[in-house]
């Protein structure tokens, strides 16, 4: 599989293309005005605190306070492998935190919609190979180092490492980017991590709440930190001053991964190479069309993500639970896709086409699987419930595409369709009647939009003339050209 990534680099944004076999995978947008702040760590102040929601909310110098839970208050115990493992008892909020408290948190989750950023205590680090966590003895690997032999090997080098320098009080996770690599880089990068960590706690003690006491990597670098592997075949970037400061950053902590990085001057933007810009364009869209002729549905509401699977104009050739099995099965490779482009996350339904034979619905599940494994986001994924559906969930932590590039239809607000001209007609009708009991007029003008004027003049003309008998009171009409279709105003004359 070839993979490439591209940087697009200008004074107001970064946009950032994964492509695997020229297709589109995922798409990263960083605005200089709107940045993320996942990763980012705080001197906060705590300005409320919530019992009945067991959480606080804490004041980090944003415009929307962000929120702490108890469970993210208190430090993880375990030693194993995993502290999400272990269970935790969360103790009273009250006796966490209190009012005016300060507090040094790090975001793990931007705000999204009307939610404020969501935080935690339990501070970690990032670097290329690993990720730092003050004050936990807890050395973890991924779970997508799978051999045995390297994960001792791992887990060893940097229990050892920790045990040389006992001054430094901190766990590790060890990344997937760690397989394979050489002792010497992965001790270069608890160096790294150990003087910045240390500047952190410097800055925390000089600073007043609240404040920033370290921000994360930009957008570009962060990519060559977390998404540049061994089989990224180029990395191209078309701006020359982020291209220098990605080749600083690469001599020093991926050397290895030094000609795999170019600067892009050519004349054709660089989004254009690989039609990212008609991708990113279709990804705004709620129909994903399949290459048989079916097609997938994609809903995002505030509580979940909702996708259909159809049939469309794919009519098979067999019978038709092999069409159902074929749709159902370019549909799971195409959603896999779909969730890593759009960024979805949260609680998301699969309502897949029924299937009556088990053993497609078990391939149609497995295809599904396959394809998530290539996710860089946490996924976990259920069987076929009674109903047909498939229930999963994809780790949040940042808005998905639709939210960063779209805003609610002020039109609709939101519910992405209007109300027809003969609705509204009805209701022009009613307000006229309302407004006729409670006020005196000699006639009445109605403002509104021209479809809605063209209705009432024609389809409704009857309709006026009775209504016009039965209060005695002429009506006029005026086209507002500026007015959206549910827009009318009734005037009294």
Known sequence: MSEEILINVTPVETRVALVENGMLQEAYIERTSRKGIV??????????VLPGMEA???????ERA?????SDVVPSQSNGDDPADSPKTVPDIRSLLREGQSLVVQVTKDPIGTKGARLTTQLSIPSRYLVFMPGVSHVGISQRIEDENERARLKSLIEEASAEDPEVQGGYIIRTAAEAAPAGDLIGDMIYLHRLSQSI??????????????????????TIRDLIRPQTEKVRIDSRESHQRVMDFVDEFVAEFADKVEYYPGE???????????????ALSRKVQLKSGGYVIIDQTEAMTTIDINTGAFVGHRNLEETIFKTNLEAARAISRQLRLRNLGGIIIIDFIDMEDPEHQRQVHRMLEKMLERDHAKTKI???SELGLVEMTRKRTTESLGQVLCEPCPVCDGRGFLKTTETVCYEVFREILRINRAYDAESYLVMASQSVVDRLLDEE???????????????RFQVEPFYSQEQYDVVLL
């Open 39 to 48: 990763g980012n760590i705080y001197k906060g102040k705590v300005v409320r």
């Open 56 to 62: 606080a909310f804490v004041d980090i110098g944003l």
């Open 66 to 70: 962000a929120f702490i839970h108890a």
């Open 201 to 222: 706690h410097e800055r925390i003690s000089r600073v007043q709440a609240p404040a920033a006491v370290y921000q994360d990597l930009p957008l570009f670098i962060r």
């Open 268 to 282: 054709r933007p660089i989004f254009d190479l690989y039609s990212v810009e008609d991708e990113i364009q279709k």
């Open 382 to 384: 259920t069987g076929v």
């Open 461 to 475: 003309s009857d309709n006026v003339a009775d209504l016009e008998t039965f209060i005695s009171k002429t009506i």
